[in-house]
Structure formats: structure tokens, C-alpha cells
């Protein structure tokens, strides 16, 4: 297995502008109460109180995607990885309005989380959008890469489904020889629609409506833990 630390240098913003009086609050009542534990082994009954399916989200931006899946599986338990503190409030305002009560959160590099989980844990991933890093040379720092895929797929259970989505089309060409080339996943494609349309059960986020607002083609790619 290639090292996953080749991207361990986390790119990308951490804080926008100051958060509002009332973000600042519900962080500070809510991300206490949902973070994931900072060190130690991780597993369902440590996170949610019982053994239930884990799913996890790389990135989850505002939150949006997220929220949508948690509330159509309240019974699973959902881990979402995004470092970017206002796109946590994103997150932290659906789970207040929604109610939801399956989501963890860990602010910060989800390959962290994913070293802590037990081997073919995970149920389900989600890597929507991803920062495309078009420059070749900063190719290494995308998440799509051969070390974390790898840690990914070990975690994974077998049969488990690994969901990718991009509008970008250097990344999205990057996928598909990542993908392509790693015998663990088989991808879940027979005819262009399954890849140009967007499943139901699969929430429009942030960067994809943007994407559409531009005119851009979106993809969509599920891949099947084998
Ligand atoms: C282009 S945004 C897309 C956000 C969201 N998925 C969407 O589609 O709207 C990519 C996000 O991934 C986050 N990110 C980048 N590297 C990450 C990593 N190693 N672990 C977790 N999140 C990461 C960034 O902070 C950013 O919010």
C-alpha cells in the first residue's frame, strides 16, 4: 500500500470571515457535543452508543449532502470530515433545524478518521467535489489519490459503496484512472446515465448547484467495495 500521508499537509482554508454572534454560539453549544473523540480507536458503539451502520463523508462542505442522507437513514450513523469551520456551522444549522440526531463531526482531515476506524467498517463513503487542484504538479495534494483510496477501501465493508461526484474535468479524468486502476472497487456503471444523472437518494450540495449555475456537466460515480 502507497503512504496515505502524501497529501498529510491539509490545503485548503480552515476559517472564513469571523462567524456571527449566533454561529459562534451554536459551535460552541453544538460541536462539543458532536465531535468525534480526538484520539483512540473509533467504532460505532463509541460514537453513537450501539452498533449500528457507519457512513462518512470526505469534505461535506456546508453540510447540506450530508444532512439529507442522515435524515433519509436515522438508524445508520453518519461521520462527517470537513475542516473548514464555517461549512461545520453549515452542517451544525441542519442537524439544529432537522433535528438530526446521527451526525459526528470531526473538523479536520478526514485520513485522521479514517486510520481510527476498524478495517470494513464503513458502510457507505462520499467524496462530493473535491478541491481539484487542476495543476499537475499539485496532483499529489488531491484527495483521489493512491494512498488515502487505498486506506479508504480497507476500510470499507465488502459490497460497501464508495460515492464520488465532480464537475471538474482534470479531476474527473484523475478519478477514473485512480479508480480504474485499484482492484479493490468495481464501478457501478452499464450506460452514460448512470454516471450523467443524479441518483435520487443523493442530495444536491453546494459546489454541485454552483457547478450547474455555471453550465457545467456534472458527474456521478458509484463504485462498489469488492
Ligand atoms: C470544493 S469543497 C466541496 C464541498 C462539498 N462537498 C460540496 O460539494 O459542496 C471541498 C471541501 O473539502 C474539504 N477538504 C479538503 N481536504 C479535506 C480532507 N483531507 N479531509 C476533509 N475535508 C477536506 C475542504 O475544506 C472543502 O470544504
Request: glycine letters at 10%.
Amino acid at each position: 500500500m502507497s503512504d496515505p500521508t502524501t497529501i498529510r499537509r491539509l490545503y485548503g482554508r480552515r476559517q472564513g470571515h469571523p462567524l456571527r454572534a449566533g454561529q459562534a454560539a451554536l459551535t460552541e453549544r453544538l460541536l462539543p457535543l458532536l465531535s468525534v473523540p480526538g484520539d483512540g480507536p473509533l467504532d460505532a458503539p463509541r460514537l453513537f452508543g450501539d452498533d449500528r451502520p457507519l457512513e462518512l463523508e470526505i469534505g461535506f462542505g456546508r453540510g447540506e449532502h450530508l444532512a439529507g442522507q442522515a435524515a433519509m437513514r436515522p438508524d445508520h450513523g453518519f461521520i462527517g470530515c470537513e475542516p473548514f469551520l464555517d461549512g461545520v456551522v453549515g452542517l451544525l444549522l441542519h442537524v439544529e433545524a432537522e433535528g438530526l440526531e446521527n451526525i459526528r463531526i470531526h473538523r479536520d482531515d478526514a485520513l485522521g478518521v479514517l486510520e481510527r476506524l476498524p478495517d470494513a467498517s464503513l458502510s457507505r463513503a462520499y467524496l462530493l467535489h473535491p478541491d481539484p487542484w487542476p495543476k499537475a504538479r499539485h496532483a499529489k495534494r488531491r484527495f483521489m489519490n493512491k494512498g488515502p483510496i487505498d486506506l479508504l477501501a480497507a476500510k470499507l465493508k465488502p459490497g460497501a459503496e464508495f460515492r464520488f461526484g465532480t464537475d471538474h474535468p482534470v479531476y474527473c479524468r484523475w478519478a477514473m484512472m485512480v479508480m480504474g486502476s485499484n482492484p479493490a472497487f468495481d464501478w457501478l456503471a452499464s450506460a452514460p446515465d448512470d454516471f450523467l444523472v443524479r441518483p435520487d437518494d443523493w442530495p444536491e450540495t453546494r459546489y454541485e448547484a454552483k457547478a450547474r449555475a455555471h453550465g457545467h456537466e456534472v458527474w456521478y460515480f458509484r463504485y462498489i467495495r469488492k
